[in-house]
């Protein structure tokens, strides 16, 4: 397989996705991973993320609303 730096710079080129994927043989989403530095995290990454998602920072309430203080100071 070709290097990560030469898909980037393949890319800085003009060719697209798809043109450097066939070029290469990998899917465009592939070469549109390397291009944007993608990097996974797995499942501990995505729990660690979202632990807290949907707790009001204020008032650690854990909502179903976006807006939920009279002052709208969410």
């Known amino acids: 397989m070709a290097s990560q730096d030469m898909i980037r710079e ?3 080129q003009g060719f697209g996705y798809q043109e450097i994927a066939d070029r290469i043989g ?4 592939r070469i549109h991973q ?6 996974n995290f797995g499942k501990h ?3 660690e993320k979202y632990r807290n998602f949907g ?3 204020e008032c650690n309430k854990k909502q179903a609303e976006l807006l939920h ?3 709208f100071n969410n």
């Open 10 to 12: 393949l890319y800085k």
């Open 26 to 29: 990998v899917s465009r989403q």
């Open 34 to 39: 390397i291009v944007k530095n993608y990097y």
């Open 45 to 47: 990454g995505r729990e």
């Open 55 to 57: 707790i009001c920072m």
């Open 69 to 71: 203080h009279v002052d």
